[in-house]
């Protein structure tokens, strides 16, 4: 029989991945779908994160209760944010992404509520009649939300939403003169993601029983962001494989780890530069590929 230990690693690394995944689906359907720059996606995660940890540590809140609490705080930091990016366009609003995810840091890092600089411990595992959660059966709950999430996302894509984004993404005068409120339409794109970060940090946090203010930093939203880009911009397939990728590279680089920032800030220069469209985006060649297999398949079998 293997040790426990090394069948629990490869649960960690599970449980981490898809608590990163909704965190990166909900950026990509900001800036993929609506195309609002967001570099502070680790403020609403930490925002989400905090707040469970506080009601369940404090008030003994039950988890589901707390979940969904972290995830609609996060949405109202989102819908603020979206409210000063109705007034400001790219580099701008990138820098205000990054102010804001450093401000969120300090917060969390000077204010007695959230622990300061020894963060919030004990806080507890879910349970259900009884049953707490842990390992596997976590991983488990953590791949059920992400399922929903990604079943919300791609309705979002679908929807009379989705549309409305993509038109705001495309050409924002052209979709004021279709009379699309584009104001509003920022803050839900704001707001849906910050709140998929929320659930994220909320998950984040009853698997690891103890945060910091330093684990939301923004390196973690270059993090977030090297996986929509390597995934492709737009594309919920390729978020979910490019945050298995990341999250797993650093056990290839282990050596170099302490240059994982730098190692993302060049991988992001390299993709923007040469493949824009991410690993499975609309036009990325790995997409067209797979596609003209699909489509060779489809023909084969309408031949027989």
């Given at each position: 029989m293997r040790p426990i230990v090394l069948e629990a690693y490869p649960i960690t690394l599970l449980t981490i991945i898809g608590t990163y995944a909704i965190a990166a689906i909900g950026l990509n359907l900001t800036m993929g779908s609506a195309g609002q720059v967001n570099l502070g996606q680790a403020a609403f995660i930490g925002i989400g994160a905090f707040t469970s940890a506080i009601l369940t540590t404090e008030y003994s809140m039950p988890f589901v209760v707390s979940l969904l609490v972290s995830g609609l705080m996060a949405m109202?930091?989102?819908?603020i944010l979206g409210l000063i990016s109705v007034r400001l366009r790219e580099d701008f609003l990138a820098i205000t992404t990054i102010g804001i995810n450093f401000v969120a840091v300090s917060v969390f890092q000077y204010y007695p509520l959230f622990g300061g600089s020894f963060g919030i411990g004990d806080i507890p595992r879910p349970s259900f009649f009884g049953f707490e959660l842990s390992g596997p059966s976590y991983a488990g709950l953590v791949y059920v939300v992400l399922?929903?999430?990604?079943?919300?996302?791609l309705w979002t894509?679908?929807?009379?939403?989705?549309l409305a984004f993509k038109a705001i993404k495309e050409d924002e005068i052209a979709a004021l003169s279709m009379r699309i409120d584009v104001r509003?339409?920022?803050m839900?794109?704001?707001?849906?993601?910050a709140g998929y970060g929320g659930l994220a940090g909320c998950l984040l946090a009853h698997f690891r029983t103890y945060i910091v203010y330093s684990d939301f930093t923004f390196s973690f939203s270059i993090e977030l962001l090297t996986i929509v880009v390597l995934g492709g911009l737009g594309s919920i397939?390729?978020?979910?494989?490019?945050?298995?990728?990341?999250?797993?590279f650093p056990e290839v680089i282990r050596p170099l780890l302490q240059y994982r920032?730098?190692?993302?800030?060049?991988m992001l220069i390299v993709l923007l530069r040469f493949q824009p469209e991410g690993l499975l985006g609309e036009k990325s060649a790995l997409s067209r590929y797979l596609h003209s297999i699909v489509v060779r398949l489809y023909r084969r079998e309408g031949a027989h």
């Amino acid at each position: 029989m293997r040790p426990i230990v090394l069948e629990a690693y490869p649960i960690t690394l599970l449980t981490i991945i898809g608590t990163y995944a909704i965190a990166a689906i909900g950026l990509n359907l900001t800036m993929g779908s609506a195309g609002q720059v967001n570099l502070g996606q680790a403020a609403f995660i930490g925002i989400g994160a905090f707040t469970s940890a506080i009601l369940t540590t404090e008030y003994s809140m039950p988890f589901v209760v707390s979940l969904l609490v972290s995830g609609l705080m996060a949405m109202i930091g989102g819908t603020i944010l979206g409210l000063i990016s109705v007034r400001l366009r790219e580099d701008f609003l990138a820098i205000t992404t990054i102010g804001i995810n450093f401000v969120a840091v300090s917060v969390f890092q000077y204010y007695p509520l959230f622990g300061g600089s020894f963060g919030i411990g004990d806080i507890p595992r879910p349970s259900f009649f009884g049953f707490e959660l842990s390992g596997p059966s976590y991983a488990g709950l953590v791949y059920v939300v992400l399922s929903l999430c990604i079943l919300g996302a791609l309705w979002t894509r679908r929807s009379w939403l989705g549309l409305a984004f993509k038109a705001i993404k495309e050409d924002e005068i052209a979709a004021l003169s279709m009379r699309i409120d584009v104001r509003k339409f920022k803050m839900i794109a704001f707001a849906i993601g910050a709140g998929y970060g929320g659930l994220a940090g909320c998950l984040l946090a009853h698997f690891r029983t103890y945060i910091v203010y330093s684990d939301f930093t923004f390196s973690f939203s270059i993090e977030l962001l090297t996986i929509v880009v390597l995934g492709g911009l737009g594309s919920i397939a390729g978020t979910t494989m490019g945050t298995a990728i990341v999250v797993l590279f650093p056990e290839v680089i282990r050596p170099l780890l302490q240059y994982r920032l730098v190692i993302y800030i060049l991988m992001l220069i390299v993709l923007l530069r040469f493949q824009p469209e991410g690993l499975l985006g609309e036009k990325s060649a790995l997409s067209r590929y797979l596609h003209s297999i699909v489509v060779r398949l489809y023909r084969r079998e309408g031949a027989h």
